[in-house]
């Protein structure tokens, strides 16, 4: 087929990291090779198509135990979009005591994903 | 104070193997598990990425979050713990010493105890790294630790030694923190961390891999200024003359490589393997020392916090049984052989009695396609499994079922062609 083009992409949802070859036209995907099970195809016709990925890093945050806490994005977000969304959580400050999943900033550049805590912190001294 | 389980470190390991203890019915009150750091949890704390948790609970979770659910069962079961406690020394009739600021000394009586020590990172002096001696070289661990829990950024410009996860999960997160990657220099003409980290944090960010390159010289007079980078010849490793490439940075992270921790095993007596460097230990993760049990990256650096969690509770489990009286011994002992493409296996011997399947964990030395994994006993296959692909930092597996164990001799385990 014309224009059709082969990618070499690496499996990112399990340890065994599947080779995973995908024969495309632009983003449209014509076959997935290589993948050992079906989040294998379904990652490669995304990857394609419109990449995520899962944003971790860290928040001040005051009166606690350690300053920082650890947050994660509640859902998969545009591989294109992540260094902006990082930049978002550098001024954000968070207070002690917080529970783990508390959202620290909702909706996300229009994407209706959350930043949630993924620890407790207790307060400092109690 | 007197313990039925005194298990030591408060980690994934420690955790997981307190809890299947308890489960097992030994009184939670009898459980004692001692944690140097402020809080339990490990080094799942600092590592805040995502990927935990997929074998055991079917979803990604970062390492605080897999933390916080065996916390929770540790308080939820009354566990006892004790924190900011540091045990100094394991005798082999299984008293152990401890200092805290409150109690000062304390000494625990313990019926059994488990070794979840984990494992600690390879340094600058133990791969020979020559050169000066400035500020701004760090084992990949402490740039975690500076990042995710003291938030400091250790350096601008950052050079990373060695392919392994951490290393490439620390090349994101520097990035993302604002600092630049020049690039990860792998001496191995492959990465040692797994693939999908090759993909999710190098290729997603676009930082450069250079496969067989290493550091030959580190400059700078207070604080790193500059590496020298050489290519390495493929088959001795050895530096290539006239490859040489200064690269200007402020920062090496080393990401070269996790020993288990057993200097409180050496001192109990227990014998260590050369190939893990942690204990050899039977099927039930029993040691050379009667009731003294190992179990997570004490015994043998695994590449998933899942697997950590099913040998500690496997360890947990065990000493239960010990301190119950229940273990019985077979009448010989079977020794299990690394045979062709596996570098070691755990556990290296069978000594307990049981119709139960054992697992045993193993790495290969080299990268091989369409491979049978084989159990053999005297030249007949009493395990097979086909597996695809087989790379070293994966680490394989293979059941034994109990009711196919010879009464004595070797199990050789090995990985051949189709």
Redesign the interface.
């Given at each position: 087929m014309s224009g059709a083009k082969e990618h070499i992409l690496t499996c990112i949802n399990c340890p065994m990291g599947c080779t995973i070859t995908v024969k495309a036209k632009g983003s449209k995907v014509l076959s997935v090779d290589g993948n050992e099970c079906k989040a294998g195809e379904k990652y490669a016709i995304l990857e394609m198509e419109h990449p995520m990925r899962i944003l971790t890093s860290t928040v001040k945050v005051k009166n606690g135990i350690l300053s920082r806490i650890p947050v994660r994005s509640s859902a998969e977000l545009p591989k294109g979009n992540i260094r902006e969304c990082v930049r978002l959580l550098n001024d954000l400050e968070v207070n002690a005591p917080i529970d783990i999943h508390s959202p620290v900033l909702k909706d996300l550049l229009g994407t209706g994903v959350d930043i949630i805590t993924t620890r407790s912190m207790e307060r400092d001294g109690e | 104070m007197n313990a039925k389980v005194a298990v030591i470190g408060g980690g994934p390991a420690g955790l997981g193997a307190a809890v299947a203890a308890y489960e097992a019915g030994i009184n939670p009150e009898d459980i004692h598990i001692i944690e140097r750091d402020?809080?339990l949890g490990g080094i799942l704390?600092q590592c805040?990425?995502?990927?935990f948790g997929?074998l055991i609970f079917g979803e990604?979770m970062?390492?605080?979050?897999y933390?916080?659910h065996y916390i929770d069962e540790v308080l939820k079961a009354g566990i006892r713990f004790h924190l900011n406690t540091m045990v100094l020394d394991i005798s082999p009739d299984r008293v152990i010493t401890a200092v805290n600021q409150e109690e000062c000394l304390m000494r625990i009586n313990a019926d059994s105890i488990i070794l979840a020590m984990g494992c600690r990172e390879r340094t600058r002096y133990q791969i020979h790294l020559p050169g000066e001696r400035p500020a701004g070289i760090y084992p990949a661990g402490t740039v975690q630790r500076l990042?995710?829990?003291?938030?400091a950024l250790p350096g601008r410009r950052a050079v990373i030694l060695g392919s392994g996860d951490i290393g490439m999960i620390m090349a994101r997160r520097l990035v993302?923190?604002g600092a630049e990657v020049e690039g990860v220099y792998e001496i191995m003409g492959s990465p040692s961390g797994?693939?999908?980290n090759?993909?999710?944090c190098l290729?997603?960010f676009e930082i450069p891999l250079h496969l067989s390159h290493t550091v030959t010289g580190i400059h700078g007079n207070r604080r790193l200024e500059g590496v020298t980078i050489s290519r390495v010849n493929p088959e001795s490793l050895k530096p290539m003359p006239g490859t040489e490439r200064y690269v200007e940075c402020d920062t090496l992270v080393l990401s070269v490589g996790l020993i288990p921790e057993n200097e409180l095993s050496e001192g109990a007596g227990i014998k260590l393997d050369g190939w893990t460097g942690g204990p050899i230990v039977d099927e039930e993760r029993e040691t050379s020392v009667d009731g003294i049990f190992g179990c997570g990256n004490a015994v043998h650096v695994y590449?998933?916090v899942d697997d950590v969690t099913k040998s500690s509770e496997l360890a947990g489990r065990s000493a239960a049984r010990y301190v119950k009286g229940e273990t019985i011994c077979r009448e010989h002992v079977l020794s299990i052989t690394a045979g062709e493409n596996v570098r070691y296996t755990v556990p290296q011997h069978i000594r307990k009695q049981s119709d139960e399947p054992v697992e045993v964990f193993f790495r290969v030395y080299l990268e091989a396609a369409n491979v049978k994994l084989q159990a053999l006993v005297a030249a007949e296959v009493i395990s097979e499994e086909s597996r695809?692909v087989v790379k070293p930092p994966?680490m394989e597996k293979i059941i034994l079922q109990g009711d196919l164990l010879p009464v004595d001799g070797e199990i050789i385990i090995q990985v051949v062609e189709k």
């Open positions: - | 402020m809080e704390q805040i990425h995502n990927g997929q990604m970062t390492g605080p979050e933390a916080s990042i995710n829990i003291e938030g993302l923190e797994l693939p999908r090759v993909q999710q290729r997603d590449d998933l695809r994966i």
